[in-house]
């Protein structure tokens, strides 16, 4: 009997262990690592500080190398020469940044220039929270993995001379400045200075600090700092002019741009060494607490399982059924790198740098960072409301901290520095779209007092520029930048403020920002049916050509994109739009040109909801069905290039994710969706008690799978239309979707 009770308990684990797997075996980190999708293959834990990243994109070896052109990402699938692994690392965004705190196994004789004992390398393997690959030069087997806070390596060296390397003077962009200091033959800590995202604001640089611990005492250990060229007299002088010092057992702090440290071991055998790596944008000192807290006693392997299974757990929040197993990976790989950013910024104790003075606060939370709203406003937070509505509960609250800290919301923040990146006000999007879909644990009038801050203070205000004009006017003329784009995206947050306001039952703001709202119909040209930039109120800009701007062409009044790819980009208005076009069929017959003249750019955010938008004229929403599923088998693809281009921090994921289970967000900020034809037959949304009634949101499609759709059911009951509101779908909904030719 107790031998039958052992074995049932045995196959229970055994079974356990399989379904562990099951959600994160469908993960390919490979999507998005060519075609300039900028994701990343290395370790890293869900929302970690930390990943590990292989670094391939320095040296004329490779295709794309970093100095030669605007690169944002450390790893691109087509190159083949590796100098390193990162420690800190973005994913997905369209500037460079990070990819810094560069270690590198090698063999044989110490040789600090990256572009000297770089290496090929083959057999790579990523999944969540795992990979690794083998250094053709040196016969090493590199494997990594990583909790929120550290970065974990594991060597496997052959037999005799081996090296580690630390590389402090190698990093993504070329701003410099670090610290090293060997503290022991099994660790060593410092700095890298980093910052100027865009090669912008390079006065607002900041440190990340680190701690390595090495599993093996180095027999030898040294730093090295590569000296500056001198000229003239004084150059002659000095024995070391332009060349690398090399400083053996050297343990006082080095500081400098080009440096790093070195630890040579003399192997008899096969040997593994560890390397776990503590991260910190506060101090040493937390970046020491955080390794050995996330780490202290667990070897990699039982890294690895850990940081598995925390992926695996998020990912199981939507199981879906039916499909093929590249419908399955291209899906559940875009839902993990929604779950890279935004990330965590704070310490194991709570400690993190605050915005504008970068002193030391602390929360009981998590701080998150990388808040890219300009694309993430439009899909990602809706889904983390939707699916993981506790995280998105405290983003809201670090973009009040933020508030608090520096007096304004996040535009695009990075790392408690705001890099005012892109054009409009969107953080008030997501604050309102949060609230109105039932997330209500955070201060609601801090938050409105926010908004409407950012929307009404006309001097010295960082998130609406022209907002003189825009209030005095309406709307932007050409002297602003981007004057058409700007003017519809500071409509949209009107729109959502509006929302809020009716809400909260502020009826005479409500009025205000409302009408706000629609003033991009000043821009409407009915000739053209299409926005058209302003010199003054009474004067068109002439020449007008609605194409220029295509491929990131320089053009006036619109920002990244031309006035096609904008025109139907006022989702909280497609009403007063279709008005505007002379009705229904104008309004659909413009919008078709858009995907017959090829004027749609999937890769951009502007006009990503486009799809969606034949949803409003009856008749037409088989369109919507049509697009959907030809964009997504022609863009998304279970390959390295199967994203349509940069996945800007998991906005063309979020896209994806949303129209393979059949609803889309499209008009931020109201809690509602729109309904397409679902690519699985059945999908579970396991929602959250703390936040909704219902325990599961099931949608299910039924009939033939090439066909449109005939009948829509919520809860078994007939529902009308193309449209469905959040709180029908999280009280526990069924929504079946029934297709026939």
Not at 261 to 267: D, E, I, P, V, W
Request: glycine content about 8%; charged content about 25%; some cysteine.
């Amino acid at each position: 009997m107790t031998k039958n009770k052992f074995l049932i308990v045995a196959l229970l684990a055994c079974h356990c262990i399989s379904n562990a797997q099951e959600f994160t075996s469908y993960v390919n980190p490979f999507i998005g690592t060519s075609n300039f999708g900028a994701t990343n293959p290395g370790a890293i834990a869900p929302r970690g500080m930390v990943s590990v990243s292989p670094f391939n994109v320095s040296g004329k070896q490779n295709i794309l190398e970093k100095d030669s052109r605007w690169l944002s990402n450390p790893y691109v699938h087509e190159n083949t020469f590796l100098t390193g692994f990162s420690h800190v690392n973005l994913s997905g965004v369209g500037c460079p940044d990070l990819g810094v705190i560069l270690f590198m196994p090698t063999t044989g004789k110490v040789e600090t220039n990256h572009l000297l004992y770089g290496s090929t390398y083959t057999d790579e393997i990523a999944k969540p929270g795992y990979y690794s690959t083998n250094l053709d030069r040196y016969n090493i087997k590199v494997e990594t993995t990583a909790t929120t806070r550290t970065g974990v390596s594991k060597y496997t060296f052959p037999k005799g001379e081996s090296n580690i390397l630390l590389n402090l003077g190698l990093g993504l962009t070329n701003e410099q400045g670090a610290s090293i200091k060997i503290v022991s033959s099994t660790e060593i800590e410092g700095m890298r200075t980093v910052g100027s995202f865009c090669y912008y604001k390079p006065e607002e640089a900041y440190p990340v600090y680190f701690v390595a611990k090495f599993s093996e005492p180095a027999d030898d250990f040294g730093v090295w700092k590569k000296m500056n060229i001198y000229h003239g007299i004084e150059g002659k002088w000095m024995p070391y002019n332009g060349k690398t010092r090399l400083k053996k057992r050297f343990r006082k702090e080095v500081v400098g741009d080009s440096i790093g440290s070195y630890f040579k071991y003399h192997f008899d055998k096969t040997t593994q060494v560890e390397i776990k790596v503590g991260v910190s944008y506060v101090s040493i000192e937390n970046a020491r607490e955080n390794l050995e807290k996330e780490t202290e006693n667990l070897s990699f392997e039982d890294i690895y399982k850990k940081t598995s299974l925390e992926w695996n757990t998020l990912l199981s929040k939507i199981k879906v059924e039916g499909g093929t197993k590249d419908d399955k990976t291209i899906f559940y790989t875009a839902l993990y790198h929604t779950l890279i950013h935004p990330n965590t910024l704070n310490d194991y104790n709570g400690e993190y740098p605050s915005m504008a003075t970068r002193e030391t606060l602390k929360t009981s939370e998590t701080r998150f960072t990388v808040f890219s709203f300009w694309d993430t406003y439009r899909n990602l937070h809706s889904l983390m409301s939707l699916v993981y509505p506790k995280q998105q509960s405290n983003m809201v609250k670090s973009m009040l901290n933020i508030y608090d800290e520096s007096g304004w919301l996040p535009k695009w923040e990075l790392n408690a520095t705001e890099t005012t990146t892109m054009v409009g006000d969107p953080a008030g999007i997501v604050l309102a779209d949060t609230y109105l879909k039932g997330i209500r644990d955070f201060d609601i009038d801090k938050a409105y007092e926010a908004m409407v801050k950012s929307a009404s203070q006309l001097d010295n205000n960082p998130l609406r520029p022209g907002i003189k004009e825009y209030i005095s006017t309406g709307y932007l003329t050409t002297k602003n930048s981007g004057s058409v784009s700007t003017t519809q995206e500071y409509n949209i947050s009107d729109f959502s403020i509006a929302l809020l306001a009716k809400e909260l039952g502020k009826k005479e703001d409500y009025k205000r920002f409302s009408k706000r709202s629609i003033s991009y119909r000043n821009f409407f040209d009915k000739k053209l049916k299409l926005l058209r930039p302003k010199k003054d109120a009474q004067t068109w800009y002439t020449p007008f050509d609605p194409l220029a701007g295509d491929n990131f062409t320089k053009n006036i009044g619109f920002i990244e994109g031309n006035s096609w790819q904008y025109t139907f980009m006022v989702t909280h208005d497609t009403k007063g739009l279709i008005k505007l076009m002379g009705g229904k069929n104008s309004f659909a017959n413009q919008l078709q040109k858009v995907f017959d003249e090829d004027h749609f750019d999937m890769a951009n955010e502007p006009d990503i909801g486009y799809p969606f938008l034949f949803n409003y004229v009856k008749g037409k929403e088989w369109k919507t069905q049509k697009l959907v599923k030809e964009l997504v088998r022609e863009y998304f693809k279970n390959t390295p290039d199967g994203l349509p281009g940069n996945d800007d921090t998991g906005t063309m994921s979020a896209w994806l994710v949303y129209s393979m289970m059949g609803i889309y967000p499209i008009s931020p900020g109201e809690p509602s969706y729109t309904i397409t034809a679902p690519m699985f037959d059945k999908i579970t949304v396991e929602l959250d008690s703390r936040y909704y009634k219902g325990k599961t949101l099931v949608i299910t499609k039924e009939g033939d799978k090439d066909g449109f759709i005939r009948k829509i059911q919520l809860n078994n009951n007939t529902h009308k239309g193309y449209f469905i509101e959040h709180s029908d779908l999280v009280n526990g909904a069924k929504l079946n979707i029934i297709l026939e030719n």
